[in-house]
């Protein structure tokens, strides 16, 4: 079992920054790859970002790339989103993911672990 635990929503302005972290305890964190999708109003879940076990291979989704950043840090049990310019659109729950998927895995029914999420609100 893995627990993720997410931090760092909140509320910003458009063109803004935030920056996501996910702690994970139990099971080795460096054994899966670690993802990050969201979960706007009443829309599906959908995939934002993916980061291999070491940290050297990272896979986003179009709308977000150039403006959002994954990283991890194995020492720390703890991956990462870093968000700047941000845009109303970003608006959603954000949830950290562990999977024992390729980084281009964009199911979300594929991962096996999940945080409670963390909001993320972009004023225009």
């Known amino acids: 079992q893995v627990q993720l635990v997410e931090s760092g929503g909140g509320l910003v302005q458009a063109g803004g920054s935030l920056r996501l972290s996910c702690a994970a305890t139990g099971r080795t964190f460096s054994d899966y790859v670690m993802g990050w999708f969201r979960q706007a109003q009443g829309k599906e879940r959908e995939f934002v970002a993916a980061?291999?076990?070491?940290?050297?291979?990272?896979y986003y989704t179009d709308s977000v790339k150039g403006r959002f950043t994954i990283s991890r840090d194995n020492a720390k049990n703890t991956v990462y989103l870093q968000m700047n310019s941000l845009k109303p659109e970003d608006t959603a729950v954000y949830y950290c993911?562990?999977?024992?998927?390729?980084?281009?895995?964009?199911?979300?029914?594929?991962?096996?672990?999940w945080g409670q999420g963390t909001q993320v609100t972009v004023s225009s």
């Open positions: 980061i291999s076990k070491t940290g050297y291979s990272t």
């Open positions: 993911a562990a999977g024992s998927v390729l980084i281009t895995t964009i199911s979300p029914s594929l991962y096996d672990y």
